[in-house]
């Protein structure tokens, strides 16, 4: 989240992107403690949700034929 807010130089979908993944960090280090089993089910939900996402992403990129970049341009 410091860095969402203390970066000026992204756009604002990006700071708001970093401000939203800190926030998200902090309600489940939360829900974590609270009740493990819960915690460890969103976790789950949640890294199941992010790979469907890149598999799919992957798919249509073999399908079009386009090269993937393996490293992010910073």
Known sequence: ?????????????????????????I?????IMISPFAGAFFVSLVLGIALLIIGIE????GVTGQRMPMRPHI
């Open 1 to 25: 989240m410091v860095f969402g807010l203390g970066n000026k130089e992204q756009p604002g979908w990006a700071r708001g992107f970093a401000i939203g993944a800190g926030a998200l960090a």
């Open 58 to 61: 992957i798919i249509v990129t």
């Open 27 to 31: 309600g489940l280090s939360f829900l």
